[in-house]
């Protein structure tokens, strides 16, 4: 059985996407008026990207888009704190730590909540400039089919890719407000975008990165008042081993982008990611993704 207060949690955040969607009219009767056409909202121009170096803080920096965004950040200068579930096991990251002195890696598990509290108490004086949430699960795609449905899975995703990211948000704020940047990153994903879904799998990450952006940009509006940019942000579709899973479950193949292509093109979003832009849903490419 799901706790009550994530069912609540679930039926909420549906509710809201749909309000906060603008679905009335048609879409309310029961008609369709399709997604809305994506509008640029940052110029994306390698060149003008920042030589500003800060602190950023990098969940799930183990593998995939992580391990290239640790990667990145340290080969620019910045000093960055990475974080693992089992950094013991990190091979690629350790190397990378070993390499670059500006790399401090550390144990962290978004199910644990006092562990993560006690990193931020560890952490107290240091700033941090970009706080990147990019851990996350997806979950085995043939348990989220309705009529096979693994509740206990679904409530692990949840636990993770919203409740574990919203506690990090929390957790680590005062360090963000200290520092000179004051962001706060999500990478979230398309398919958490409600008008862009065309089929029924992967539904319980679907439905977490959909509550993840609702609490993101309900957050967003009083944090732009103390100067904290809030910035949810699609990687786009990466040559993961949780993306082949999905693509695998679903017998489809498309060109993926590397996490080194991808990682470079969500820095070159944060770096022009600004305060006015706040809580704006914005792919790799610099577009504006419909709720």
Not at 14 to 37: D, M, N
Request: proline share 3%; charged share 20%; aromatic share 4%.
């Amino acid at each position: 059985m799901i706790p009550i207060y994530k069912c609540r949690l679930l039926l909420l955040t549906a509710a809201a996407l749909l309000l906060g969607a603008g679905l009335s009219g048609p879409a309310a009767a029961g008609g369709h008026t399709g997604p809305k056409k994506a509008q640029a909202a940052i110029d994306i121009d390698a060149s003008k990207r920042s030589d500003v170096t800060g602190t950023v803080l990098v969940t799930g920096s183990n593998r995939g888009i992580g391990l290239e965004l640790t990667r990145n950040y340290a080969m620019r200068g910045w000093n960055v704190i990475a974080t693992a579930r089992k950094p013991e096991k990190a091979t690629e990251l350790n190397a990378i730590a070993a390499e670059y002195d500006n790399v401090l890696v550390e144990q962290m598990d978004l199910l644990d909540h006092a562990g993560i509290d006690a990193l931020a108490e560890r952490l107290k004086d240091v700033p941090i400039d970009v706080l990147l949430n990019n851990a996350a699960i997806l979950g085995e795609p043939n348990e989220q089919n309705l009529g096979a449905f693994d509740y206990d899975l679904l409530s692990r995703v949840i636990d993770v890719n919203v409740i574990g990211t919203t506690k990090m948000a929390e957790a680590f704020l005062p360090h963000v407000e200290k520092s000179d940047m004051k962001k706060i990153v999500a990478i979230t994903s398309t398919q958490g975008s409600i008008s862009s879904v065309r089929s029924g799998s992967l539904a319980f990450y679907n439905t977490s990165k959909a509550a993840l952006n609702m609490i993101m940009r309900s957050n967003s509006r009083a944090l732009k008042k103390k100067g904290v940019t809030v910035a949810l942000v699609s990687p786009g579709a990466v040559d993961t081993d949780m993306m082949n899973l999905a693509l695998d479950r679903a017998g489809v193949k498309f060109k993926l982008l590397t996490p080194q292509e991808s990682a470079e093109a969500v820095i070159n979003v944060i770096d022009q990611y600004g305060l006015e832009l706040s809580g704006r849903f914005v792919a790799h490419t610099g577009d504006e993704i419909p709720w």
